[in-house]
């Protein structure tokens, strides 16, 4: 989820995946879809741009998006496929259901009943697709929030969702999972995907950066650099050529969606960035794996720069200085994570970095807003 705009450049995406990532994404490698799409139809006529503007889940367009999205839904399909034994007799609870495709996947692998909860106009579709594929005795689509409707079970076994955002915690989906955990998921229930990680890295960014916020310097000879100033504090959705990468890869958190509680999702966390070549550094880039521990084999899928690309990119952070890094110096920090006040739906993050390096030495705090 987490759907916005992309910068047209689309970078090569070269695999070198490490002996983690070659695990995580094996099942997603050898994905194609299987069937067809033509089942989703334009959402009712009377739709108006107002509309999608305020509920984009209603368009067909974004559920498009994500079931050609082949790393995340042929990783889900996979995990209820090839672990039947999680869904077999079980109440399934899918939060945020879309077009249903997670609900027919936990239908097919058995599920005594599914509970396909969607509050977007998409959920009269979803009731429709549930009806055509013939597993309406199975799956009950509930149209409305989570957080509102009346579920007709007091308890469910399994709670299934696909809720990350962009720099994993945009959208702030999350807290609705854990609500649902929370208030329907029986002692000794499963959340799947059950664990998310947060990564960041240091790139070189030279030309992009140029592109996308110097620009503003001198736009047909007039001085547009206030407009510089804001793009800097909106980080950028995009795929990042795994070649840019400087440093190495550094964890910033992991949360196990069966254990947390909704204030774990801000947080403040260290890096140390050790470059591995003489190079600039230009920007941060951060990205998300989440796993699915309580399959016979662990699965999961990886949205690094070095994984096959998936519609959430990278995220790219652009720093203000332009760090001459050598190979062995260590770029040091922290970032801190948090909803916005305001709009929690929105994320606020402060990097604080320190290089002291033989060709570079700064110190400096950035602000951000995902939005
Ligand atoms: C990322 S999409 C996933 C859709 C589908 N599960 C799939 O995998 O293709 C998340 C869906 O959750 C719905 N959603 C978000 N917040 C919700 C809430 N509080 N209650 C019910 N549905 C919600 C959105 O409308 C959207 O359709």
Redesign the pocket.
């Known amino acids: ?2 759907r916005r705009k992309s910068r047209d450049k689309t970078l090569s995406q070269n695999k070198n995946l490490s002996e983690a990532e070659v695990v995580m994404e094996e099942s997603a490698e050898t994905a194609s879809l299987e069937e067809p799409l033509e089942t989703l139809a334009i959402v009712g006529g009377d739709q108006t741009s107002a509309d999608y503007y305020f ?1 984009s ?2 368009h067909f367009g ?2 498009e998006e ?2 050609k999205d082949i790393v ?2 042929k990783t ?1 399909q996979n995990v209820i496929y090839q672990n039947t034994f999680l869904f077999k007799d079980k109440v399934v609870l ?10 027919l996947f936990c239908a097919k692998a058995g599920a005594k009943h599914v509970y396909a ?4 106009q ?1 959920a009269d579709m979803a009731k429709e697709i549930v009806e055509t594929n013939g597993f309406s005795n199975v799956i009950t689509v509930l149209k ?6 009346v579920l007709p079970v007091t308890h469910v076994d399994v709670i ?6 962009y720099f994993l915690l945009f ?1 702030n ?1 999350l807290n ?1 999972v854990l ?1 649902a955990r929370n208030k329907w998921l029986i002692n000794g229930g499963i959340v799947l995907p059950d664990k998310a990680s947060l990564y960041l890295t240091a790139i070189e960014d030279a030309e992009y950066k140029e592109d996308k916020i110097e620009f503003w310097n001198n736009v047909y000879g007039f001085d547009m650099s206030c407009i510089k100033k804001l793009s800097m504090t909106e980080p950028l959705v995009d795929t990042v050529d795994q070649n840019q990468i400087v440093t190495n890869c550094q964890l910033l958190k992991t949360m196990d969606i069966s254990k947390m509680s909704p204030g774990d999702a801000s947080f403040t966390a260290p890096f140390k960035l050790v470059a591995q070549r003489n190079d600039y550094i230009h920007a941060l880039v951060a990205y998300f794996d989440v796993s699915f521990t309580k399959c016979h084999k662990l699965m999961g899928f990886s949205t690094g720069p070095r994984s096959k690309t998936t519609h959430w990119k990278q995220t790219v952070l652009y720093l203000e200085d332009v760090l001459a890094i050598c190979e062995g110096e260590a770029l040091v920090g922290s970032m801190t994570v948090e909803p916005n006040n305001k709009n929690p739906r929105d994320v606020d993050i402060m990097l604080k970095y320190s290089l002291n390096g033989q060709h570079y030495q700064v110190s400096r705090t950035q602000n951000y807003k995902m939005r």
């Open positions: 989820m987490g509920d889940y209603s974004i559920h994500m079931l995340r839904t889900y899918d939060v945020g259901a879309g077009t249903g495709i997670l609900s909860v969607e509050c977007s998409m409305g929030k989570v957080e509102e409707i299934i969702s696909e809720w990350m955002g959208e989906m609705t609500y």
